[in-house]
């Protein structure tokens, strides 16, 4: 079992930055990727970033290339989401995921709010 927690959406103006944070727990060592999703008003939920645990290799969905940074701390167990340039459309609930294999995403946290107006 891995358990996540996100915290540190709030709500900002466009142009400005937020950082996410997921404190992991649990059995994360067997965990094959982690990663930030997020599902907008009346969307469906959609992948923005994720890292491969054992090589580090970053992902990204290309509306957040150049905007969002994903990174880890390892002692810690946590992951981040530093989120620049925040546009309205960037608005959603933002979810932490960790898969044990790939293409499946098989624990979420509870999610956080972030929301950019214009």
């Known amino acids: 079992q891995v358990q996540l927690a996100e915290s540190g959406g709030g709500l900002v103006q466009a142009g400005g930055s937020l950082r996410l944070s997921c404190a992991a727990s649990?059995?994360?060592?067997?965990?094959?990727?982690i990663g930030w999703f997020r599902q907008g008003p009346g969307k469906e939920r959609e992948f923005v970033a994720s890292i491969r645990w054992t090589t580090g290799s970053l992902f990204y969905a290309d509306s957040v290339k150049g905007r969002f940074t994903i990174s880890r701390d390892n002692a810690k167990n946590t992951l981040y989401l530093q989120m620049n340039s925040l546009k309205p459309e960037d608005t959603a609930v933002y979810y932490c995921?960790?898969?044990?294999?790939?293409?499946?995403?098989?624990?979420w946290g509870q999610g956080t709010q972030v929301t950019v107006s214009s």
């Open positions: 649990g059995r994360t060592f067997s965990a094959f990727a």
């Open positions: 995921s960790a898969g044990l294999i790939p293409g499946q995403w098989h624990y």
